[in-house]
């Protein structure tokens, strides 16, 4: 059953301390987040631990937290963008370090029902080679836009730029793609995503 509390409402009652309300929210909100984080990273696995990531880090400082049009989810969002540019610094030291290591022998993969998830993942990978080509502004728009549909005014609160920026970054980074990308790939970037 749903709880038909407003965002706003609920994050008033976290900030007087109530876990009930913060799980309230992680329900609402856990999809939409880990969604936006696959599409950041292009693995499901690593979507899941920067969710948790997320949500940690937004109740560790939840009297920062501001909401835009009564939702927490824009922040979230916003969370989310920095925690995968944090993973992706750490994943990068990560393989030049492996890079100096001998690989491991590679084991065979048995499970069928894994087929889908590294299809999604190669897909994802091929649509970020070519997004990882805009500037990290366009990024970002992009993704809090585009792939989880939030506001040019959520974005911008987001982001903590003025609604006109968020638009000339899309624009731009919309632009920038049809130009990089051919049309199988610039279609998948306005695509849904796996829900």
Do not use: Q
């Not at 984080?37 to 501001?66: G, M, N």
């Not at 944090?86 to 690989?103: H, K, L």
């Amino acid at each position: 059953m749903s709880d038909a509390r407003d965002d706003a409402g609920l994050w008033g009652e976290v900030l007087a301390g109530s876990t009930d309300a913060f799980g309230v929210l992680f329900e609402r909100h856990a999809d939409a987040v880990y969604n936006h984080c696959f599409r950041r990273t292009a693995s499901w696995a690593a979507a899941e631990d920067l969710t948790s990531v997320v949500f940690l880090e937004v109740w560790r400082h939840r009297p920062r937290v501001r909401l835009a049009n009564d939702s927490v989810l824009p922040w979230l969002l916003g969370v989310a963008n920095n925690a995968a540019r944090a993973a992706d610094r750490s994943s990068r030291r990560y393989r030049r370090m492996v890079a100096r290591v001998r690989p491991p022998d590679a084991a065979p993969d048995f499970a069928e029902d894994l087929a889908g998830r590294l299809d999604d993942e190669r897909a994802m990978r091929r649509l970020l080679r070519a997004v990882d080509r805009l500037a990290p502004a366009d990024r970002a728009v992009l993704s809090l836009c585009v792939w989880s549909g939030l506001s040019y005014e959520e974005a911008a609160v987001a982001l903590g730029v003025p609604v006109g920026t968020v638009r000339s970054r899309l624009s731009r980074a919309r632009a920038r793609l049809r130009a990089l990308m051919p049309i199988r790939l610039a279609e998948a970037v306005a695509a849904e995503g796996k829900e």
